[in-house]
């Protein structure tokens, strides 16, 4: 019935419904459709760097050119690509995770994925517009404050609105998550994909406060003549290091910990086990979380704040390792003994695990402070934070993809393409990468657009780039198999794993209720337990009765044109005055929207007892 | 109608801010924006007090601040936030009446304050030449006073906004949240210029 309604609404119904959709089973789709256009571009950024190292003195591209590549390639794969896809995994499964029928914040659900796009395509317009940010993703002042051209300005508005977005998002899930909890679903009864989300979402709102300050006093630098950065009028730039890192040490983990949740449910899924250790996964997710917080010096040891400060911030960093590494044995304890198999989602489990360790290992050889002089600013560093990014991220969001695409979608992805994908990718990313290390040890520095063909950096980069090559590919075969499972795929069961969670429990399609009865949890996977009591299904924790839903709103999308019109608006005053005029259109816009969602009730609706035995809204 | 009913029950309930799913959402919700507005403002401090001695001339904090004009401030802003606590104890009455009047009276003196913080921007810029773009401490100063003031504005576009919207209808399970939030919303603004009255101007006198 639900295909024959597909095929006769339009295609601008359709567009309308994702336009004011609340559901956060479609805002996960829109996060994904979003954070994937980013990471093609992102990924097209790091091939041009790729192919212009693939030999010395290259003049692929210009330097100017080159330094435009390397910022933009670090923002986009940071802000619009790992954080929304990380997104997008837990708009699909958090609520289904803790049983509720929806977020705590349906709206601003919506608006923070709008902010987030609106804010993404303004920072990516100025590559048609005069030139992207040319400073690095850090933009470290004055380099950022004297950049010529709207480049950084673009970076500053672009970061701050899709900034905005994800502290409301990190709201909503904390929120959803204290909240909404279905009937029996205790904290430590949560699964642990649902407790990364949680802590994710406090190092959200704690963070990314620090970037919005740090960013409108370079705003206000660059746009409207203060001098916070500026030191012939007093100003101090290793405010914006500090302010920088407050946020962007933490940023680090907001990535990081959602993988590491991924990983928590696959694992256990396929191997026919309960997680091993789940106290102390969720002990030491929260102290990963709260030691994030204090180790955002280890990015400055050679800015000079003395021994005693650096000492205090390699002591902390190091001791990262510790929860990290109960994380590590906890998942290879889960797969002993376990009766294991092996699909593309436990292939990027399986490669991530010794990915991750090379990478975490590095990180505590650049967490020693004097070892780090060395390494500093060179291509050691640089595969570091690829090792951990891609090897923990990317690999998480590949697994994290393939495990829940028959939730998302209800098709499972074609094994075989999934599997070229892992290996294409695995070997493309080890060859890429392992080599920086060493170039970075013989003294290749970071962002450089070029080196000498006297420095024997040529045999390392011609690898790296070849790497990068296979990664290329792996990505490709990744999207031909969505489109393929897309077009030519068979829906499956909605428990197509034999799943362990509350989110395997719902059918296929999901309905956009979730439950139509919210389930009553008895303890850690609550699914598995009704299995091994012999029942197919959840138990109910409540009669059928009317559910109340909220109502779609087009308001998320215009406050979020309106921020973006009033970005340029801010962006080109400073070069003629008029332009304010736009800006105050744009914020106009804004207000006015926030007005209308103010005063216009939204009580949203009822979902009838009798319509739901019919089965309606399926 | 079952809506209706949810939303103005005949008795009203102790905590009406938090009767329904909404409204305990609602103030959850805020009291974690307001966690994240806490680390906004200690940025903003932090800066400052980084900031507070880069002047570039003679207009440094001593020479600059008056305390007479900055405690009228001080006492219209702490009486704003009890005449807010007044309005919500009204709200938990279900005195809808009594809770408009006190929330004027929180309006009235929040335009007083506004007032008297333009007037002591206008007061430097017009007298000590003191602007944003003076020197960092200038810079530092406009931001974290002026961050403050546009809270302040908005807090009382969102409460007269509130109290309109409301002022025939009365109260119900619905906009108590939003009186409630909105009051929370004050007392934060409260708080924090509490931190600015110590930190910028009784340590900028004193320092």
């Known amino acids: ?18 336009l004011t959709t609340v559901d956060h089973k479609k805002i996960a789709v829109l996060y994904l459709l ?3 256009f980013f990471f093609i571009i992102g990924g097209l950024e790091a091939l041009a760097i790729r192919i212009q190292l693939i030999k010395p003195a290259n003049d692929f591209v210009s330097a100017g050119f080159y330094n435009e ?34 977020v705590a914040f349906p709206f601003l659900n919506s608006l923070g994925f709008w902010l987030f796009l609106f804010g993404g395509l303004l920072l990516n317009a100025s590559w048609f517009l005069g030139g992207a940010p040319d400073a690095g993703w850090t933009a470290y002042a004055p380099l950022s404050t004297t950049s010529p051209g709207h480049g950084v300005d673009f970076y500053v508005l672009g970061l701050q609105i899709s900034g905005a977005g994800t502290l409301i998002a990190g709201i909503n899930f904390l929120v959803t998550i204290v909240n909404m909890r279905a009937p029996g679903m205790t904290y430590m009864r949560m699964p642990l994909f649902t407790w990364t989300t949680f802590i994710v979402s406090a190092l959200i709102l704690f963070a990314f ?13 660059r746009l409207f003549g203060s001098g916070f950065f500026d030191a012939s009028m007093g100003g101090n730039s290793v405010i914006w290091e500090h302010l920088f890192w407050i946020f962007g040490h933490p940023e680090v983990y907001i990535l990081i910990l959602p993988a590491f949740g991924v990983f928590s449910e696959i694992l256990p899924t396929f191997s026919r086990k309960r997680l091993f250790g789940y106290t102390a996964m969720v002990f030491a997710t929260v102290l990963i979380g709260f030691l994030g917080f204090m180790v955002w010096a280890h990015h400055m040891f050679t800015v000079g704040l003395g021994p005693a400060a650096n000492s205090i911030f390699a002591i902390a960093t190091m001791a990262i390792a510790v929860p990290t590494g109960i994380k590590i044995f906890n998942w290879l304890f889960t797969m002993w003994g376990g009766s294991i198999r092996i699909n593309s989602a436990m292939l990027w489990t399986l490669g991530f695990i010794p990915s991750f360790t090379i990478g975490g290992m590095t990180g505590v050889m650049v967490a020693a402070a004097p070892a780090d002089y060395q390494y500093h600013d060179s291509y050691f560093i640089v595969a570091h934070f690829h090792y951990v990014i891609v090897g923990g991220v990317v690999f998480g969001i590949f697994a994290g993809l393939h495990y829940w695409w028959p939730k998302m979608f209800g098709k499972i992805l074609d094994e075989t393409l999934g599997k070229i994908t892992f290996w294409t990718f695995f070997i493309g990313f080890h060859l890429t990468f392992f080599i920086q290390h060493f170039l970075g040890l013989m003294g290749m520095p970071r962002r450089y657009w070029t080196y000498g063909a006297d420095q ?9 780039t070849i790497g990068a090559f296979f990664m290329a590919i792996g990505a490709i075969v990744f999207i031909y198999n969505v489109i393929i499972t897309t077009a030519k795929g068979e829906m499956v069961s909605g428990d197509p794993w034999d799943g362990r969670t509350l989110e395997w429990a719902t059918p296929n399609p999901t309905p956009h209720y979730n439950f139509a009865q919210t389930p009553l949890v008895r303890g850690l996977d609550p699914l598995w337990i009704e299995k091994t009591e012999g029942r197919k299904g959840m138990t109910p924790a409540e009669p059928l009765g009317d559910i109340h839903m ?38 106009g816009i804004l207000l006015g929207a926030m007005f209308i969602r103010s005063v216009k009730d939204d009580h949203g609706h009822h979902i009838h007892k009798e319509d739901l035995e019919k089965g309606a809204g399926l | ?50 900031l507070q001695g880069s002047t570039v001339g003679e207009n440094t904090a001593e020479n600059l601040f008056g305390l007479e004009l900055v405690f009228i401030m001080t006492m219209l802003l702490l009486t704003s936030s009890l005449t807010s606590v007044y309005a919500m104890y009204h709200m938990k009455n279900n005195d809808f009446a009594k809770m408009q009047v006190w929330l004027g009276i929180t309006v009235v003196l929040g335009l007083a304050f506004l007032g008297l913080e333009i007037y002591e921007f206008y007061h430097y810029i017009t007298h000590y030449d003191f602007t944003f773009r003076s020197s960092a401490f200038g810079s530092a100063f406009y931001t974290l006073v002026g961050f403050h003031g546009g809270h302040v504005l908005f807090g009382l576009l969102w409460i007269i906004t509130l109290m309109a919207r409301n002022a025939k209808r009365g109260l119900n399970l619905y906009n108590a949240p939003k009186f409630y939030i909105a009051s929370l919303y004050w007392h934060f603004i ?13 340590m900028g006198k004193v320092g």
């Open chain 2, 1 to 50: 109608m079952s809506q209706e009913h949810t939303l103005n029950p005949e008795v009203f309930p102790d905590e009406p801010e938090k009767a329904t799913l909404e409204g305990k959402n609602k103030f959850l919700g805020f009291w974690f924006f307001l966690g994240g507005e806490t680390v906004l403002f200690a940025c903003l401090f932090g800066t400052y007090l980084a």
């Open chain 1, 209 to 221: 406060p620090a970037l919005t300050v740090g960013l409108f006093l370079l705003m206000f630098d």
């Open chain 1, 550 to 587: 909220p109502n779609p709103s087009i308001l998320p999308f215009i406050m979020s044109l309106g921020l973006f019109i009033a970005g340029f608006g801010f962006i080109y005053q400073i070069d003629d005055p008029r332009w304010l005029i736009v800006a105050i259109v744009g914020m």
């Open chain 1, 1 to 18: 019935m639900s295909t024959t309604i597909a095929q006769k609404r339009g295609i601008g119904s359709m567009l309308w419904d994702y």
């Open chain 1, 69 to 102: 590549l390397l910022t933009m390639h670090g923002t986009t794969m940071i802000f619009l690509a790992a954080m929304p896809l990380v997104f997008a995994l837990m708009n699909a499964v958090v609520p289904l995770q803790i049983g509720a029928r929806d």
């Open chain 2, 190 to 202: 409260d708080v924090v210029w509490v931190f600015i009255f110590t930190v910028v101007y009784l």
């Open chain 1, 34 to 36: 979003g954070g994937g």
């Open chain 1, 456 to 464: 024997q950096l040529e045999l390392g980069n011609v690898i790296s």
